[in-house]
């Protein structure tokens, strides 16, 4: 497993996945295309706004319209069941904009098919000049509170309401684009240890990164010589982190690296114990220490994926970690290493012993752009003393 010596690690899921059962589900509700691509609200809450604008008829119906408007605002202020928040907008006597919020799409369907309709009923005649059509909308009323508007008489005439302006939809959350959030990285982070740095305020805004190909498309380079291999492509660094994203071909496991991607799996290890040899070598040598260590011990697994957990974070305390591309579908995945990635611990399984080494991280490329480093002979856990690693082993 490669691990950055004293940084901190935050890594945030960024590609399209394969289909699965939760998204269907999710389209179902919104969040979803009908081709399996997430929706930029699936990044909100779920909460649906509602907007309705209506405005008298004419002048003379200008005063009982406002009075029954004043009303109809002050029971809509006391609705509270499945209402997160609501808003009444007065430009001019005679015209009212209603901005009600709901927790979910089924509780704004239960005010249009209760409330909104007592409303439209309280305003009969004031914003409408149709007949009614002689159909009677009758059942028990709608139990959305205690207002009075939320208690429909039992029969009442249904009319033809003409609408000034209606509009539904999800709530739109606080997103970032990638320019957006590698700017509140070089703002935020800061410092030369994970100590310095507030992980909980970086992973909130990681998470509200809705990543669009387009946008990272140019930092995707694949190894030509070797497409089973992972690659490291340096998306922007300055003294304090290192940004980059990775790419995982279908169904890589790699040696024990750290990403997360496509649909990937973190397997997170309790940091095992260094043998003497490697301890006293890193000291003398920190770039070609090698030396053994005991078995990884698991501490736990998540599956990350654009329709779950899409965040993690690691640091040298908490313990080593391998991400696992299972999936058939390649995975690319935004890494940010504060402080920037120089060296890396590299934890591999044999027979039951791992051997580690310290070595330089190679890019793919930097910025875009290809950087020539990457050669057929490339390993992307970093530029290994290859004599010393075997003579360990």
Sequence with gaps: KRLKLDSSQLQSASAPVSASAPRVEHWKHGHIHSDGKRKLCSLGTGEIVHILSLAA???????????????????????????????????????????VTFVSRDDFVKFKEGPELNLKYALRGLVASAEPDNQLLTGPSATMGDASIARAPDVMWKQPQPVEFECTGSLMPQTHTLTSLLQFFKSSIKGYGHKDHDVKAVAMECQRWFPREEEYA???????????????????????????????????????????????????????????????????????????????????????????????????DIGVHRIENRSNCPAYTMHVYAPGLRKIKIFKDCGGVCVHTVGHVPYMSEEGCKTGLWSEATDPDGILNVDAWNDCV
């Design 218 to 316: 140019k930092y995707i380079h694949w190894d030509p010589h070797d497409t089973t291999k992972y690659t490291r492509n340096l998306i922007f660094r300055n003294e304090y982190f290192d940004c980059l994203l990775m790419c995982w071909p279908a169904g890589k496991i790699p040696s024990l690296p750290t990403t997360i991607g496509g649909e990937v799996y973190e397997v997170q290890y309790s940091i095992p114990q260094l043998d003497k040899q490697f301890m006293k070598k890193e000291m003398e040598d920190p770039i070609d220490a090698v030396g053994r260590c005991g078995p990884l011990k698991k501490l736990a697994e998540a599956r990350l994926s654009e329709d779950g957990l899409t965040t993690t974070y690691a640091n040298n």
């Design 57 to 99: 008829k004419d002048e003379t119906s200008v005063e009982p319209f406002e009075r029954a408007v004043q009303t109809v605002a002050r029971d809509l202020y006391r609705l509270e069941a499945g209402i997160t928040d609501v808003r009444v907008c007065h430009p001019q006597c005679g015209r009212v904009c209603f901005v």
